[in-house]
């Protein structure tokens, strides 16, 4: 029925419509308009999952500005401007602090409960509104604790509610294609309705407009409904306070901006507008008695219109909305109490000020007829108070472009001097006021300045430059020599399946036998936390898989496990970096958008070799073939992925191969920009291979490859070798550096690859670092995506 309803375009249904959630509002919430005096502080955008619809989040790289040059938008508001802005929101009459922000990356396990403690220390008074389900799911992840663990630890820290955000639409299919690795709609009920059962009261909310059926409307108001009436059976506060359907703001939505999201829409109609909320109050009503339009989705005047259509309450104040803004909402980050009570009396309502749970603070007349002419608390405030807009309180456009409170600056002074607070002064995005006041918060709360990124402070661009590698025969000398670089990694397989007969493979696994069973996400989960435990300097998770055959029933399942295992390994605050083999468009799309970078190796690109019956691919590889992998590497430039590719040697090839292959991966790279390293390994037999060469490869000739890979590549893509291939053998080192390589690959902590592949495993100690320096030099760790690529990291173009 509600599905229905949802579905009328009529200007009689839907005036009708409209009319009768009209009624139903009146005789809950009589003539009442509500609003709450309050801020917001979205103290980072750093975060470490990609949603399609959201412009807001930015990875520790930098982003890829309209000119081209790559721009560190990413910043982290230290505890001291935090207090200070609440500070500053008390003073002007707020009766209310909401808190949000992205999922930093290997978050201290507990930031949420210090950063609730210094606001309740500073402005005890304040409501703290704080934390949406998806930061309770990652703070409950991070610190090890269960949902209900972390929720008392956050109410005994000082917040007093839960903002019912990260809902969008509540059906896994629809989340699925808005945003992988986002939290389920079981896991989102979870932290809402153990939330009430601790006695916290939420809000609720749902984002409409993109790719939803009225259906799946109606189910998600059917979903809230049956929370409701679960709380109201319970007894006590915890309890929906409200309702607040969510227009789609698609402007800068990389979904929709960039065509991620096949069929996505630019966000809901008018007339779709008026039938969410209208059919919200019809459906919700006895269960949900507030229902609240969204002036920054909609706009001062349709918000005005929706008092007519079942809506009571207009929100907050907000000062510093961020979220909407950053994806393109024109209609402003503030609105000062007075214009919040022109709304209501422009429909002929009356407004009142409330409390976050509904509380009458203030009510004023319908009419403005004078100052004093109010019940309750105190006067009609003026413009006064909350004037001076960007200028006073700041913007995110200019907190996001400024110099100060950069993520990665932030965290590096972190673990360079000792916690304190205290309040700084102004904003860097706001001009001085001389008006906020200082004080100091409670020493639990300072832990708060503690590192959240062991590698966001590793090498910044400015040491490492454009590209990471210099090209070949650069000068050495000047103190500290030319660098090489290295990523500290770890190696996960999701399976050693492997529907592929390559015949020098040692990897994989036919289906049945032992080693072919699949990873268990939770075996995943507890192998990283232990090593984020133990090897606190490993950045770079590699997913490396055997592949399921591209016609089989469990390939999307296989794919399924790639994408929660990269997205897992996000959440913990690692860089995935994936080569699972070749992929359709779609499925590609789909991994990129939980990867730093990903990877395919070229091999060969000689037909001749492929389609020998003495060669190493003659018990069947089609994943092999030439052709599909040129294509690959093509794929990715199309999509914009940040890639690792690379030549296999002494598998056959003549000179002439191994030129054919190098000017196929500088000609993609000169076409899109896209290429970051070409490995050039030489092959190794293991104990399971079932070919070898007539003699095996000569390392002596590994540095003229090397030097040939350096004069056919353009000079940004990075020349790289691993040095567990010539570990017995360092004046081959010495050589291949001399001829241009400047990357060393994922040195590792021992993983479960390194049994199957023979001399795969690399460890960096501090003999390598003195023999490099001793050969003049610089060893230093770098990300799993290059700087002048780092814009693209995560983008999940292509999605399907």
């Known amino acids: 029925d509600a599905a229905l309803l949802l579905r009328q375009r009529g200007s009689g249904a839907v005036a009708a419509v409209a009319a009768a959630a009209d009624e139903l509002r009146r005789r809950r919430n009589g003539e009442d308009v509500t609003y709450v005096v309050n801020r917001n ?18 990875t520790v790289a930098p982003r890829e500005g309209s000119d081209g040059t790559a721009k560190d938008e990413g910043y982290f508001l230290p505890t001291e401007e935090i207090v200070r802005r609440a500070k500053e929101a008390a003073d002007l009459g707020a009766t209310e602090i909401c808190v949000q922000a992205g999922l930093p990356p290997a978050m201290h396990p507990n930031l949420y409960e210090e950063i609730a403690g210094a606001i309740k220390s500073a402005v005890p008074d304040l409501h703290l509104h704080a934390f949406s389900p998806e930061e309770v799911l990652y703070g409950a992840r991070t610190s090890k604790r269960t949902v209900s663990e972390m929720l008392r630890a956050l109410r005994a820290a000082g917040v007093d509610s839960l903002p019912g955000t990260s809902a969008e639409i509540l059906d896994d299919d629809v989340r699925r294609r808005l945003a992988a690795g986002r939290l389920s709609t079981e896991e989102w009920l979870e932290v809402i309705e153990t939330a009430h059962a601790e006695g916290i009261p939420t809000t609720s909310t749902m984002m409409y407009g993109h790719v939803e059926t009225p259906e799946d409307i109606a189910a998600h108001l059917d979903l809230l409904r049956g929370v409701q009436a679960r709380a109201l059976a319970r007894g006590g506060p915890g309890r929906l306070t409200e309702f607040v359907p969510l227009s789609f703001v698609a402007a800068e939505a990389p979904m929709y901006r960039l065509g991620l999201l096949p069929g996505c829409r630019s966000g809901p109609g008018g007339v779709e507008v008026i039938l969410a909320h209208a059919v919200a109050r019809i459906v919700l009503d006895g269960a949900v008695d507030n229902i609240q339009a969204s002036w920054v989705k909609e706009g001062p005047r349709m918000a005005q219109l929706l008092l007519h259509a079942g809506v009571n309450d207009l929100g907050g104040t907000l000062v510093n909305e961020s979220i ?31 409390s976050t749970t509904y509380g009458v603070l203030r009510r004023f007349p319908a009419e403005l007829l004078g100052a004093g002419e109010c019940e309750g608390v105190g006067a009609e405030e003026g413009d006064e108070v909350w004037g001076g807009g960007d200028e006073r309180f700041g913007s995110y456009q200019r907190l996001a472009s400024a110099d100060k409170w950069r993520f990665r600056s932030e965290v590096a002074a972190r673990r360079q001097r000792p916690a304190r607070l205290g309040l700084a002064g102004p904003s860097v995005d706001a001009a001085p006021t001389g008006g906020a006041s200082s004080s100091t918060a409670s020493a639990s709360a300072a832990a708060a300045s503690r590192s959240f990124a062991s590698f966001a402070a590793a090498p910044v661009a400015s040491e490492r430059g454009a590209r990471l590698a210099p090209a070949a025969g650069m000068e050495k000398g000047g103190g500290q020599g030319p660098l090489v670089t290295y990523s500290p990694s770890f190696t996960v397989v999701p399976t050693f399946e492997c529907f592929n007969s390559c015949a020098y493979c040692n990897f994989r696994a036919s289906k049945g036998q032992p080693r072919a069973e699949w990873s268990r996400l939770e075996d995943v989960r507890s192998t990283l936390e232990a090593l984020r435990r133990r090897d606190a300097d490993v950045s770079e998770i590699l997913v490396l898989s055997g592949e399921v055959h591209p016609g089989s029933k469990r390939r999307a399942a296989w794919l399924e496990l790639s994408l929660e295992i990269c997205s897992l390994a996000q959440s913990m605050g690692f860089l995935p970096h994936t080569n699972v083999g070749p992929l359709t468009r779609g499925e590609m799309g789909r991994l990129s958008a939980a990867n730093a970078s990903m990877g395919l190796m070229l091999e060969q690109m000689s037909q001749r070799l492929y389609k020998s019956k003495e060669g190493p691919y003659a018990r069947g590889a089609p994943s092999k073939d030439p052709a599909l992998r040129r294509a690959q590497l093509d794929l990715a430039g199309e999509l914009k992925i940040p890639f690792t590719t690379g030549v296999l040697l002494g598998v056959g090839e003549t000179e002439g191969d191994l030129e054919e292959t190098l000017d196929c991966i500088a000609e993609s790279q000169r076409r899109y920009g896209h290429v970051q390293e070409c490995i050039v390994q030489p092959y190794r037999p293991g104990s399971r291979d079932t070919w070898a060469p007539d003699a095996p490869y000569d390392l002596e000739r590994l540095p003229a490859a090397v030097a040939q890979a350096r004069s056919r590549l353009p000079d940004e893509v990075v020349v790289q070798v691993p040095p567990n291939l010539v570990a017995e053998r360092p004046e081959v080192l010495r050589a291949c550096l001399e001829a241009g390589a400047r990357d060393l690959g994922g040195i590792s902590p021992r993983d479960e690859a390194e049994a199957y592949i023979p001399d795969q495993h690399k460890h960096i100690s501090g003999e390598l670092t003195a023999q490099l320096a001793q050969w003049g030099y610089r060893l230093a760790p770098r990300s799993a995506v290059h700087d002048r690529l780092a814009p693209w990291a995560f983008a999940g173009r292509g999605l399907s």
Do not use: D, Y
């Not at 502080?41 to 930015?58: D, H, L, W």
């Not at 919040?340 to 422009?346: Q, V």
């Open 324 to 354: 909407s803004t950053s994806a393109g909402s024109k209609h402003g980050q503030r609105l000062r109490p007075e214009e919040l009570r022109e709304i209501a009396r422009g429909a002929g309502r009356v407004p009142v000020e409330r």
């Open 41 to 58: 502080i979205q103290f980072t955008n750093v975060c470490v999952k990609r949603c399609g619809f959201c412009a807001f989040s930015r």
